[in-house]
């Protein structure tokens, strides 16, 4: 069984910044985080492969930075630039077969 447990989630002003984690039980394939606002479907926010290759939705490639340590077995999401359009709950995912998910982490961005 394949744990995924985030943190780092909370609420922060517009123009701030949030760093998430998220440690696997076991080394992953791709690692990223997606995430899900209020009334809305959830949509990938970045990936990176096991290689480090990353990928970003457009909506926030100059504001947010992912990366993963794969000693640690950790995928990391640094937020820059917040808007309150980011508010949403942030879900890890890895790869390992099929897909593995976290609970999720709750990002609130006050105008």
């Known amino acids: 069984q394949v744990r995924l447990v985030e943190s780092g989630g909370g609420l922060v002003q517009a123009g701030g910044s949030l760093r998430l984690s998220c440690a696997a039980s076991?080394?992953?394939?791709?690692m990223g985080w997606y995430r899900q606002a209020p009334g809305k479907q959830r949509e990938l926010v970045a990936t990176v492969t096991s290689g480090g290759r990353a990928n970003y939705a457009d909506s926030v490639r100059a504001r947010f930075t992912i990366s993963r340590d794969n000693a640690k077995n950790t995928v990391y999401l640094q937020m820059n630039s917040l808007k309150p359009e980011d508010t949403a709950v942030y879900y890890c995912t890895g790869w390992w077969g099929i897909n593995y998910w976290g609970q999720g982490t709750q990002i609130t961005v006050s105008s």
């Open positions: 076991r080394s992953m394939g791709t």
